[in-house]
Antibody, heavy 121, light 110 residues
Framework: EMQLVESGGAVVQPGGSLRLSCVASGFSFENYAMNWVRQAPGKGLEWVSG????????GYADSVKGRFTISRDNAKNSLYLQMNSLRPEDAALYFC??????????????WGQGTLVTVSS | QSALTQPPSASGSPGQSVTISCTGTRRDVGGYNVVSWFQQYPGKAPKLLIYEVNKRPSGVPDRFSGSKSGNTASLTVSGLRAEDEAHYYCSSFAGNTLVIFGGGTKLTVL
């Protein structure tokens, strides 16, 4: 069974930094593109970032470009999101999600339960 | 990167069919046959219902079907059941390793 477990969410002050992690199991992590998707309380889903199977192509939503960095370590079955210069509007539940293909295509067939990021002074 | 447009709400009676639309542009929905639909219950992670416009993952009932015409994709839920009451989101590949979601539709089973 495919499983994704996120961690790293916390309460952070505006302007602060945080690193989210996602550990995968139950599938060949190195073969698939991975994504971060967030959901603010009571709001809809927002795609944040995606990375191809071999890290050669990466994409970001305009809202986080230049502040967030996605990366992966296939040897550790892990996906990361480094978040800098955090803003109150970045507060959300952050999901790790697996793509059906090795490239980012929005066909997200497995999701974690999310890790909560709160940005508040 | 503007969100895809979905109606905020939809409803139908048990046994009926409901169709939810998802409108984008030629740079996303209209430009690629890579539209997905997700179902989300409160407090739960989303679940993939449809991918690549009209394909169903294993285990998704064939009551759920997808289609696309021009810049608009649609999700049809046939034979509505009480358990179909949830939020539904569309997403589309938008080129250059970009993905866009719709704002979501709350489906109510009357």
């Amino acid at each position: 069974e495919m499983q994704l477990v996120e961690s790293g969410g916390a309460v952070v002050q505006p302007g602060g930094s945080l690193r989210l992690s996602c550990v995968a199991s139950g599938f060949s992590f190195e073969n698939y593109a991975m994504n971060w998707v967030r959901q603010a309380p009571g709001k809809g889903l927002e795609w944040v970032s995606g990375i191809t199977w071999n890290s050669d192509t990466i994409g970001y939503a305009d809202s986080v470009k230049g502040r967030f960095t996605i990366s992966r370590d296939n040897a550790k079955n892990s996906l990361y999101l480094q978040m800098n210069s955090l803003r109150p509007e970045d507060a959300a539940l952050y999901f790790c999600a697996k793509d059906l293909r090795g490239v980012v295509r929005s066909s997200l067939d497995s999701w974690g339960q999310g890790t909560l990021v709160t940005v508040s002074s | 990167q503007s969100a895809l447009t979905q109606p905020p709400s939809a409803s139908g009676s048990p046994g009926q069919s409901v169709t939810i639309s998802c409108t984008g542009t030629r740079r996303d929905v209209g430009g690629y046959n890579v539209v997905s639909w997700f179902q989300q219950y409160p407090g739960k992670a989303p679940k993939l219902l449809i991918y690549e416009v009209n394909k169903r993952p294993s285990g998704v009932p064939d009551r759920f079907s997808g289609s696309k015409s021009g810049n608009t994709a649609s999700l049809t839920v046939s034979g509505l059941r009480a358990e179909d009451e949830a939020h539904y989101y569309c997403s589309s590949f938008a080129g250059n390793t970009l993905v866009i979601f719709g704002g979501g539709t709350k489906l109510t089973v009357l």
